[in-house]
C-alpha cells in the first residue's frame, strides 16, 4: 500500500481565497483523522471520521473549516476563506482498529497564507 | 483533563551516547501510548507503541519505551544514538475505541553532534 496520500504538498494562497486539501487514506482504514501542526500549538486534532462518518468536529477551529468524506478513499478539508493565522502543516491520517489503534500519518500540506 | 507533557523541548546528544526522552501523561481511561518520530518536512513515523502486557516496549530504530503506570510515564530511550535520529519526537496517548484519535504532547527536538 503507498500509505496516506494528502495533496498538494505545498500550497500558497492569498488571505480570502479558498483552500482545499485532500487525502487518500490507506485502503481497508475505518478511521480517518485531520490534525494541524503549528509551532503554537503542536499537533491538534480537528476532526475524524469512522466509515465515512464525521464523529467529533469538535476540533475544528471555526466555521471558516469543513470537512468532508464522501467515500471511504477520499477526504477534503476546506478553508473559506483563508486567513493568515490558518498558516500550518495539515495532515491526515487513517487507522484500522481494534487490533492497529496507531494512526498512520500522510506526509502533510504545508499550507501558508499571505 | 487529559494531556500528554513532553518536559524538554530540545535535547543535545553526541553520537554514540545514550539517549532518553521523557513523557508524562494524564488520562482517565487505559492509555494506549505511542511514540512519533518526525523528520524535516516529513510526516509522523511510529517508532513504538505500547497497549498491554509487558511494560517495556521494543520499537524501530533500536528504540525502547518503558511504560510506568504509578509515575504516569512513558519514557523513550536508545542506548546509542546515530546521527540519522536527529529529529523532533512526539509521545501520544490514546484509548482503544478510538482509532487513532491521539492526543500529542508537544514534542522534543533532538540534535546529535559529532
Known amino acids: 500500500d503507498a500509505g496516506v496520500i494528502q495533496s498538494p504538498r505545498h500550497e500558497v494562497t492569498e488571505m480570502g481565497q479558498e483552500v482545499t486539501l485532500r487525502c487518500k487514506p490507506i485502503?481497508?482504514?475505518?478511521?480517518l483523522f485531520w490534525y494541524r501542526q503549528t509551532m503554537m500549538r503542536g499537533l491538534e486534532l480537528l476532526i475524524y471520521?469512522?466509515?465515512?462518518?464525521?464523529?467529533?468536529d469538535s476540533g475544528m477551529p471555526e466555521d471558516r473549516f469543513s470537512a468532508k468524506m464522501p467515500n471511504a478513499s477520499f477526504s477534503t478539508l476546506k478553508i473559506q476563506p483563508s486567513e493568515p493565522r490558518d498558516s500550518a502543516v495539515y495532515f491526515c491520517?487513517?487507522?484500522?482498529?481494534?487490533?492497529?489503534?496507531?494512526?498512520?500519518f500522510g506526509q502533510g500540506t504545508r499550507l501558508t497564507v499571505v | 483533563a487529559q494531556s500528554v507533557t513532553q518536559p524538554d523541548i530540545h535535547i543535545t546528544v553526541s553520537e554514540g551516547a545514550s539517549l532518553e526522552l521523557r513523557c508524562n501523561y494524564s488520562?482517565?481511561?487505559?492509555?494506549?501510548l505511542f511514540w512519533y518520530v518526525q523528520s524535516p518536512g516529513q510526516g509522523l513515523q511510529l517508532l513504538l507503541k505500547?497497549?498491554?502486557?509487558?511494560?517495556l516496549v521494543q520499537g524501530i530504530k533500536g528504540f525502547e519505551a518503558e511504560f510506568k503506570r504509578s509515575q504516569s510515564s512513558f519514557n523513550l530511550r536508545k542506548p546509542s544514538v546515530h546521527w540519522s535520529d536527529a529529529a523532533e519526537y512526539f509521545c501520544?496517548?490514546?484509548?482503544?475505541?478510538?482509532?487513532?484519535?491521539?492526543?500529542f504532547g508537544q514534542g522534543t527536538e533532538l540534535s546529535v553532534k559529532p
Open positions: 505500547y497497549f498491554s502486557g509487558d511494560t
Open positions: 488520562y482517565g481511561a487505559t492509555p494506549y
Open positions: 501520544a496517548v490514546g484509548r482503544s475505541n478510538q482509532g487513532g484519535k491521539l492526543i
Open positions: 471520521f469512522n466509515n465515512n462518518v464525521p464523529i467529533d
Open positions: 491520517a487513517s487507522s484500522q482498529p481494534p487490533m492497529n489503534t496507531e494512526a498512520f
Open positions: 485502503s481497508g482504514h475505518d478511521y
